[in-house]
């Protein structure tokens, strides 16, 4: 079977859901051939005279097999559509509800108000198979029954990087990755939860944001100006960064539509490089499991207090979430579940063109 993934722009998404399943299904020797690809090549022409340009061809590389990432334009559709008539099983990959990107979101007004979303979803309900990082986006983008969930994973290379807890710092780094301009809301749930802490280990730590800061300061009303490293957007680069800046993780996220659909990537990237994280009672990070779970601004006061002032405390738990990882959560670990879903999406694809009914995906 030859499968053929192609990725959008995002750089994360690709790495967690396009490049690394892919990696991990040609290391373990599963007989697909996969190959990925920014895009996919196509033969667009006006059909009639002064009408819009459309897709009318698609050269699928001689794949069994097409993902397809996020499709949410016009053009995704109609290239689904000829893959699909020319006998190629398509995939559509969702790893966020897109409908759901909240207000003061940077992409609001492109997903949700120009209604890019809605390809997104049209693009899953005639996908041969849909594949999502959590159970909440099965729910929303696979309710015909064709759709498997596989959770994010890390690479083994990632997590046997040298962990944070074997350090002995005079200063404890509290960290948050990520853009406050791309999540203005998240840092706000911790209401004065990080200020305590800062408060009660003045002189013992201290606040990085790897990424944006933006007005995060005021936004929490914090006393000092946290310091800023710049973002790292090589994800292998960033893993490594985050891990040799953090002792302490934060992954604080609002309750809403997408944050609840969200994977449990933030508390697991902690994890895989020994950082102590203290993170949202989301479903998602429930069911990770991993991370002390805080909800009210006194749980993120109190494991953060705990995390700065007991050393011991902090290595033992981290040192634990990162055996975890090594023993379920690494892409080696999902290889087999990927191309279960792209065979299972193989011969929906057959029975389709046969006329027979489509089979849904083991969950």
Known sequence: MRVFLTHAIATGSTYYRIEEPARAVQAAGLGVEVAVSRGIGTTMRSVTEGAPMEVVDVDAQGADVVVLQLP????????????????????VEMDDLLSAVPYGHMGHDALVRAGSSEFAAQAAREADLVTTSTPA?????????????????????????????????DTVTIGW?????????????????????????????????????WDVKDRLGLPDEPEEVPWVMDVDGYAARMGELF???????????????????????YSARGVYSVRARTEEYERL????????????AKWLTLGVKDADRRREVAAAAREHVLAHHLTEHTAERWVAAWRTARDNRTRALGGGRLATAAR
């Open 72 to 91: 949410k334009t016009a053009e995704m559709m109609q290239t689904q559509r000829i893959l699909q008539a020319q006998g190629v099983a398509v995939v």
């Open 137 to 169: 986006l099965l729910k929303e983008y696979a309710r015909h029954g064709r759709g498997v969930v596989i959770e994010n994973a890390v690479p083994r290379r990632t997590a046997e990087l040298p962990p944070a807890y074997e350090r002995t710092p």
């Open 177 to 213: 990755a990520g853009s406050v301009p791309s999540h203005p809301y998240d840092l706000q749930e911790m209401g004065s939860g990080l200020q305590q802490a800062l408060d009660r280990t003045r002189g013992q730590s201290r606040l990085v944001i790897l990424g944006q800061k």
């Open 247 to 269: 002792d302490i993780g934060i992954a604080p996220l609002r309750v809403d539509r997408f944050n609840t659909s969200k994977s449990w990537l933030k508390p697991l990237e």
């Open 289 to 300: 499991g991993l991370g002390m779970p805080a909800r009210s601004p006194k749980d993120w």
